[in-house]
């Protein structure tokens, strides 16, 4: 048994302390997205099998978790699509029943939740990430760049389907693509959609490292702004990209120490950088960085990167 097929523990910005499990060889997916920073699809199929055999996933998972590790979650990510597996689902179930101490998240582009083998497969899982880049069947095709036997529609109604009838956890995460995802009329499309859908949150990224194409560039925090105002009237936003933000529901209080509070009264009258707050609180960036890391992951402060490095700031 030479090939592994979990990853970490890793640091997540966006699920903690995270143990990874790849279930499929690398590249293999229902999409070709123009962003990915895993590169182009190489094996572009909905083709489900064991791509990567149960057992053996099973085997080392067990081997990794009987140390009990401290974890936030346990991800179903990688470089390809999870779903395309057909022994996910014993994958899950094994988890579930020796180590139901461990959360479960899946990370998925969602092309598969219309299918119902995968919901009742996944229907143990604790948390579910799909992707909706998408407003309409021309941006899919454009972004997206999907199977041949995969349409917009019938992604998109699987997609409203699972969640109507869901048992896990929602966060549905939205890539912004300038100049093709972010006119005002994609984001009242998009604006009606997440109604249907119904989410627990939803994660606005953008590009962060490069994609496959060379054309797609970051929204900036202003644009990103645009989808933020459309969609807190109705549910929680999170900006997990080079904008780093946080809807009023999704902060929770800290206790503030004496550099926090000298930090905030700083970025409360304009935003800094970390040189900027070294050379403002005559203190080592080593002994500042914890401070923002942690009102950042509060949603105390936000964060925007620019040129000279990250801004930091008060939300309004």
């Given at each position: 048994m030479n090939e592994r097929y979990i990853f970490g523990p890793v640091a997540s910005r966006r699920l903690g302390v995270s143990l990874g499990v790849d279930l499929v060889p690398s590249k293999t997916c229902p999409l070709d997205c123009i962003y990915c920073e895993a590169g182009a699809t190489t094996n572009l199929t909905t083709e489900r099998r064991e791509y990567v055999p149960a057992d053996q996933v099973i085997a080392?998972?067990?081997?990794?978790?009987?140390?009990?590790?401290?974890?936030?979650?346990?991800?179903?990510?990688?470089?390809?699509?999870?779903?395309?597996?057909?022994?996910?689902?014993?994958?899950?179930?094994?988890?579930?029943?020796?180590?139901?101490?461990y959360k479960i998240c899946l990370l998925t582009n969602g092309c598969l939740l219309?299918?119902?083998?995968?919901?009742?497969?996944?229907?143990?899982v604790d948390l579910v990430v799909p992707s909706l880049d998408a407003s309409n069947a021309e941006e899919f095709k454009i972004i997206n760049r999907q199977a041949s036997d995969l349409t917009f529609d019938d992604m998109l109604q699987?997609?409203?389907?699972?969640?109507?009838?869901?048992?896990?956890?929602?966060?549905?995460?939205?890539?912004?693509?300038?100049?093709?995802?972010d006119s005002d009329e994609s984001i009242a499309r998009f604006a009606g959609i997440i109604r249907r859908i119904q989410p627990d949150k939803v994660q606005l990224?953008?590009?962060?490292?490069?994609?496959?194409?060379?054309?797609?560039?970051?929204?900036?925090?202003?644009?990103?702004?645009?989808?933020?105002?459309?969609f807190e009237p109705f549910v929680p936003v999170e900006a997990v990209g080079p904008f780093r933000y946080r809807s009023k529901e999704l902060r929770h209080d800290i206790e503030l120490t004496d550099v926090?509070?000298?930090?905030?009264?700083?970025?409360?009258?304009?935003?800094?950088?970390?040189?900027?707050?070294?050379?403002?609180?005559?203190?080592?960036?080593?002994?500042?960085?914890?401070h923002l890391d942690r009102m950042l992951q509060a949603g105390q402060i936000i964060s925007e990167r620019l040129s000279r490095g990250d801004f930091y700031s008060v939300p309004q």
């Open positions: 080392q998972l067990d081997e990794a978790l009987k140390k009990g590790p401290e974890l936030d979650y346990l991800t179903f990510s990688g470089g390809g699509e999870p779903t395309l597996n057909s022994g996910i689902g014993k994958i899950v179930d094994f988890v579930k029943d020796h180590y139901p101490q219309g299918d119902p083998e995968v919901v009742r497969e996944i229907a143990r699987g997609l409203i389907d699972y969640c109507g009838k869901r048992t896990s956890l929602v966060w549905l995460e939205l890539f912004i693509v300038p100049g093709v995802n990224n953008t590009l962060d490292r490069p994609g496959v194409v060379d054309w797609v560039k970051a929204s900036t925090a202003e644009n990103t702004m645009r989808f933020i105002n459309a926090d509070n000298r930090i905030l009264a700083l970025i409360s009258r304009r935003p800094g950088t970390l040189a900027d707050l070294q050379v403002a609180l005559d203190l080592p960036a080593v002994e500042i960085k914890p």
